[in-house]
């Protein structure tokens, strides 16, 4: 579980890697915040530059958006 302001992240793992300023969160995520739901396989966030990666593990899959 990762709180940030009025927005909620829940997955089942999540990897924090220092060396490479990389956190990897994965396996059943759920991106709950004001403007939607996000569900999906994987999201890397790279710490260094804030870019975020948003993406399934099997390509044939789509991510989930509900918007609120």
Same mark, same amino acid.
């Given at each position: /579980?990762? #709180?940030?302001?009025?927005? &909620? &992240?829940?997955?089942?793992? /999540?990897? $924090? =890697?220092?060396?490479?300023?990389?956190?990897? &969160?994965?396996? =059943?995520?759920?991106?709950?915040?004001?403007?939607?739901?996000? #569900?999906?396989?994987?999201? /890397?966030?790279? $710490?260094? =530059?804030?870019?975020?990666?948003?993406?399934?593990? =099997?390509?044939?899959?789509?991510?989930?958006? &509900?918007? #609120?």
């Amino acid at each position: /579980l990762i #709180k940030y302001m009025d927005s &909620i &992240i829940y997955s089942d793992n /999540l990897d $924090l =890697n220092f060396k490479e300023n990389i956190v990897k &969160i994965y396996n =059943n995520v759920v991106y709950d915040g004001v403007s939607g739901k996000i #569900k999906t396989d994987n999201v /890397l966030v790279n $710490l260094f =530059n804030k870019n975020v990666e948003i993406f399934m593990s =099997n390509p044939e899959e789509k991510v989930m958006v &509900i918007s #609120k």
